[in-house]
């Protein structure tokens, strides 16, 4: 939205959204700047809304968080004042598309392989994770082989150059928000 010379989109907005696991909580230190049980966070680019409840499976995993939309918020704090913790992405649930994403990490698990006459030794067995089924928006999933795509909080991403097609989104991480060798949390961290 700041830069209109990158263009726009049109997104869904519904009843059913999706967001990121990570982006929610049941109970959090005030650093956590997500969704959590009982307070607001803003959706990006649309509605501030409260988590107000969970489902949860048999073996205790959350698998539906219910919230309440706060009308008037749309660009706008609500009007009570109380203003919300942080902002997360999300998809519509009746649009998103599944997609495979290949993240990269470092190929080797040291920063000086070379160190030892076996520099295989040092090989990273994960230095590709693959997800298989992530969620994009349907913008994404429809670009042109090559397309790169920023993931909010994850790093930046490029279609593939081969496997990337209608009904097989396919997409490649170039480089992640966060390297360091002091020790991440994944891949690209």
Not at 110 to 115: E, K, L, N, Y
């Amino acid at each position: 939205p700041s830069r209109e010379d990158l263009g726009s989109r049109e997104l869904t907005f519904g009843r059913e959204l999706v967001i990121e696991a990570d982006d929610f909580r049941e109970s959090a230190n005030k650093k956590y700047k997500r969704l959590v049980l009982g307070k607001r966070v803003r959706l990006r680019g649309a509605y501030v809304i409260e988590a107000i409840a969970v489902d949860k499976d048999s073996a205790g995993n959350i698998t539906t968080v219910y919230a309440e939309l706060l009308p008037g918020t749309l660009g706008e704090d609500p009007a009570d004042g109380v203003k919300p913790k942080g902002v997360i992405q999300w998809l519509h649930a009746d649009t998103a598309r599944r997609a495979t994403v290949r993240r990269y990490d470092r190929l080797f698990a040291h920063p000086s392989p070379d160190r030892d006459e076996d520099f295989l030794q040092h090989l990273n067995p994960e230095s590709l994770v693959t997800v298989e089924a992530a969620l994009v928006e349907p913008a994404a999933a429809d670009a042109g082989p090559e397309a790169r795509f920023q993931f909010e909080r994850l790093g930046y991403f490029v279609t593939d150059r081969h496997g990337h097609g209608p009904g097989t989104p396919l997409f490649n991480e170039t480089i992640g928000l966060r390297d360091s060798w002091g020790g991440g949390e994944g891949p690209g961290a």
